[in-house]
């Protein structure tokens, strides 16, 4: 993104990645630095979802910023080990209503797109899994690859960049053109 943004702009874009606490240490510096019209913050959900699960945060979600506007959104998937024993969404989901403690999902940390697309599954199913928090897409996404954990929701093309799992399910009323063959 910081290259296309170069490229449309004329100018050069330095991106910097600021993580930690759901993303809420980098906004915070953002939020405290002089507004110089080139500095921008490009976040997710968890800036809205910061402000309930941070309740000292060091700035106000509604007046620190002021928005541009979307830059892209997708649906998130549902992805599974490859070796866990279900053929489809019915498969997978059925014996997880039965079993769910014995069932590993990870996410990204508290907050993050990952973490709240989980607790609807759950919330949907009526159940509990067990759940696993990491510091971060990089380290769920290592321990999912390596089998320590069963189950993990992902945006949509990042869940089509690895092929060591299977897609069951993904959150969009109607299927994306990405989706058409799974």
């Not at 490229?7 to 874009?13: C, H």
């Not at 990645?17 to 968890?46: C, F, K, M, Q, W």
């Not at 590993?104 to 607790?119: E, P, R």
Request: proline letters at 4%.
């Amino acid at each position: 993104m910081g290259q296309s943004l170069s490229e449309a702009s004329g100018q050069q874009v330095v991106v910097e990645n600021v993580g930690g606490a759901g993303g809420t240490l980098g906004v915070a510096r953002l939020a405290r630095s002089e507004p110089d019209g080139y500095t921008i913050l490009i976040n997710h959900v968890a800036l809205a979802a910061g402000a309930s699960l941070y309740p000292q945060l060091d700035y106000d979600t509604k007046t620190a910023f002021a928005p541009l506007g979307l830059i892209n959104s997708g649906p998130m998937v549902l992805l599974s080990r490859k070796d866990l024993e279900a053929a489809d969404a019915t498969g997978l989901l059925a014996p997880m209503r039965e079993a769910c403690p014995d069932i590993a999902v990870g996410y990204a940390g508290v907050g993050s797109n990952s973490h709240l697309c989980t607790l609807l599954l759950q919330n949907a199913l009526e159940t509990e899994f067990t759940l696993a928090a990491y510091k971060g897409t990089g380290p769920a996404m290592n321990d999912f690859m390596g089998g320590t954990i069963d189950l993990r929701t992902k945006r949509c093309r990042a869940a089509f960049t690895r092929s060591a799992r299977r897609r069951f399910s993904w959150s969009k009323e109607r299927r994306m053109p990405i989706l058409l063959d799974f």
